[in-house]
């Protein structure tokens, strides 16, 4: 099938007259064919599902469980939160309604993105258990952008791999590629505890119908089912874009992605406005609708994700920020910190503030290829590297009368342990059929020996304070000690050979229990660790190579 759909894209293609050419831009023909198939209709009304139109009445002694908001930013560095590093442009972006949820909860400061790109990441989070337990390990990607980053992902002498030989007759369509239907997912182990459970925003765990949020247990959804879409149409007189003509994957971004949403698995139709602005709106509406009875919201912006897309208005409040592409990329982050604390004051306008759990975090680290420094600091690398800027991630969760406000956590966790935290919160069960890594955080510190991270030939474990990383491009070892060299700066694996040793062992333990990847890493891409994309190469500059 995905063959039949590629050679139709190319065969419409060359009958336009060969406008663009194809061999210079067939990375065009994901957008192109999809286009053809689902053309984008115009913004219509979302209606949502109305809930009772007062709270039922409950037996004595029992209590309404709690309403529960997972929250998901797209690219969200550490430094972006100026409760974290101060934020954007030097402390100019601030965050005040991110940073109100760690002040009136808990944050936990040691918290971990389960993945370094966002389809794991969203996986574990879904299932509560490592992706590469079912298969899920890198990034669902139509092969064409693979082959595009091949083309324009070298770096310096260092050079893109595409692995043609895995392209094979066997390798999932791209709508394919996502959560297998056997994962019981969060949503559906609150449902069937009884909550109505809504997904706004980014999905990225398959587009196939067996694989959106409503196969999956939501009962609504108004989703974006890519890894991506653009915030606003790029003439829209209310945009003010930022393109990044040193990276390849904004190339592709641009070429392919739509302003574009799905309600329900029904079709493509324009949001009203900015991404960012719409959703929250929505999501204010879901909650109005749902006030009465317990919700599940997994609400996932695609912000700050690139295509960097701001509102002219929210850019003019920033003239301070010379640098086009910094401008954009915070007026970005201030709106979508508005737009949560308008969700927020939501809320407490419906009266149900003080029951409901609200969880915040983002996917993975700052992008390398913004060409915007420091996103991540103090930590050293980025979304694609296991150093800790790409995996080290904001976590707050938020619940009036339950937990004290102020509260801080040192205690190793992240993304993994959301699932059992809301099941535990909504009284739901978690499945005994299978290993669960996730753990109930609210009840305290998780209870494990390590964390790990894989992505190819790409492995990490953190034991204790002690972090080992392990890769075959270049083929190296590096060795940290977190508790004195919290941003990586010292390698001490010559110095620690049997500690080396111990950690490659558990390792190589915790992989024999992994699946096989559902669908292959087509893709190593080398990324510097301490510089951005268009940072000039010197030789000398640490790097890694990461597979997708």
């Known amino acids: 099938m995905k063959k039949r759909w590629i050679a139709l894209g190319v065969v419409a293609l060359i009958g336009a007259g060969g406008y663009w050419g194809f061999q210079e831009n067939k990375y065009r023909l994901p957008g192109m064919?999809?286009?053809?198939?689902?053309?984008?209709?115009?913004?219509?009304?979302?209606?949502?599902?109305?809930?009772?139109?007062?709270?039922?009445?409950?037996?004595?002694?029992?209590?309404?469980?709690?309403?529960?908001?997972?929250?998901?930013?797209?690219?969200?560095?550490?430094?972006?939160?100026?409760?974290?590093?101060?934020?954007?442009?030097?402390?100019?972006?601030?965050?005040?309604?991110?940073?109100?949820?760690?002040?009136?909860?808990?944050?936990?400061?040691?918290a971990y993105a389960a993945n370094a790109t966002c389809s794991p990441s969203r996986a574990a989070m879904m299932t509560g258990r490592y992706p590469t337990r079912f298969g899920f390990e890198f990034t669902a990607v139509p092969t064409a952008f693979a082959e595009n980053l091949a083309h324009g992902g070298g770096l310096g002498p260092l050079k893109a791999v595409f692995h043609k030989e895995?392209?094979?007759?066997?390798?999932?369509?791209?709508?394919?590629?996502?959560?297998?239907?056997?994962?019981?997912?969060?949503?559906?182990?609150?449902?069937?505890?009884?909550?109505?459970?809504?997904?706004?925003?980014?999905?990225?765990?398959?587009?196939?119908?067996?694989?959106?949020?409503?196969?999956?247990?939501?009962?609504?959804?108004?989703?974006?089912?890519?890894?991506?879409?653009?915030?606003?149409?790029?003439?829209?007189?209310?945009?003010?874009?930022?393109?990044?003509?040193?990276?390849?994957?904004?190339?592709?971004?641009?070429?392919?992605?739509?302003?574009?949403?799905?309600?329900?698995?029904?079709?493509?139709?324009?949001?009203q406005g900015h991404m960012t602005d719409y959703f929250a709106a929505e999501a204010e509406k879901a909650i109005d609708a749902n006030k009465n009875r317990p919700f599940f919201m997994y609400l996932a912006f695609n912000a700050p994700h690139t295509p960097l897309q701001a509102t002219r208005e929210e850019y003019d409040r920033l003239p301070q920020i010379k640098d086009h592409k910094t401008r954009v990329y915070g007026a970005m982050i201030a709106q979508l910190d508005r737009r949560i604390g308008d969700v927020m004051a939501k809320l407490k306008q419906a009266g149900i503030d003080d029951n409901t759990l609200?969880?915040?975090?983002?996917?993975?680290?700052?992008?390398?290829?913004?060409?915007?420094?420091?996103?991540?600091?103090?930590?050293?690398?980025?979304?694609?590297?296991?150093?800790?800027?790409?995996?080290?991630?904001?976590?707050?969760?938020?619940?009036?009368?339950?937990?004290?406000?102020?509260?801080?956590?040192?205690?190793?966790?992240?993304?993994?342990d959301i699932?059992?935290?809301?099941?535990?919160?909504?009284?739901?069960?978690?499945?005994?059929?299978?290993?669960?890594?996730?753990?109930?955080?609210?009840?305290?510190?998780?209870?494990?020996?390590?964390?790990?991270?894989?992505?190819?030939?790409?492995?990490?474990?953190?034991?204790?304070?002690?972090?080992?990383?392990?890769?075959?491009?270049?083929?190296?070892?590096?060795?940290?000690?977190?508790?004195v060299d919290p941003t990586e700066q010292h390698d001490v694996s010559a110095q620690e050979p049997q500690r080396v040793a111990q950690l490659r062992a558990m390792i190589e333990a915790q992989n024999k229990g992994m699946a096989k990847p559902i669908w292959p890493g087509l893709i190593e891409g080398p990324v510097r660790i301490d510089v951005p994309l268009n940072a000039p190469w010197k030789d000398g500059q640490d790097y890694i190579y990461w597979t997708n």
């Open 419 to 483: 699932y059992s935290t809301i099941a535990a919160a909504a009284g739901a069960k978690v499945p005994t059929d299978r290993i669960v890594d996730s753990q109930n955080i609210l009840a305290g510190p998780a209870h494990r020996q390590a964390m790990y991270w894989r992505s190819g030939d790409y492995r990490v474990v953190r034991a204790g304070d002690w972090k080992l990383q392990v890769t075959k491009r270049p083929e190296k070892v590096r060795l940290y000690n977190l508790a």
């Open 33 to 110: 064919i999809q286009d053809w198939r689902d053309p984008v209709q115009p913004n219509h009304a979302v209606v949502w599902q109305q809930g009772p139109g007062a709270v039922p009445a409950t037996a004595p002694g029992t209590k309404r469980p709690p309403n529960i908001i997972l929250i998901v930013a797209d690219d969200l560095g550490w430094n972006d939160i100026s409760l974290n590093g101060g934020g954007v442009a030097g402390g100019i972006v601030k965050t005040p309604n991110i940073d109100a949820l760690a002040r009136q909860g808990l944050n936990f400061t040691t």
């Open 166 to 271: 895995l392209i094979t007759d066997d390798i999932p369509d791209y709508p394919d590629m996502g959560v297998p239907p056997s994962e019981i997912t969060i949503a559906e182990a609150v449902k069937a505890a009884g909550y109505h459970t809504i997904h706004i925003g980014k999905w990225h765990l398959g587009e196939a119908p067996r694989l959106q949020p409503n196969a999956q247990g939501f009962d609504e959804s108004l989703a974006i089912l890519a890894g991506g879409a653009k915030f606003l149409p790029d003439d829209d007189p209310d945009t003010v874009n930022a393109k990044l003509p040193w990276d390849p994957i904004d190339r592709f971004i641009w070429a392919n992605l739509r302003h574009a949403v799905t309600f329900n698995g029904g079709k493509r139709f324009h949001p």
């Open 358 to 416: 609200v969880i915040f975090t983002s996917d993975n680290g700052g992008a390398w290829y913004t060409g915007i420094p420091h996103l991540n600091a103090p930590y050293r690398g980025w979304k694609a590297t296991f150093f800790e800027g790409g995996i080290r991630t904001p976590f707050f969760m938020r619940w009036p009368g339950h937990i004290a406000p102020g509260s801080t956590r040192a205690d190793v966790t992240g993304h993994i």
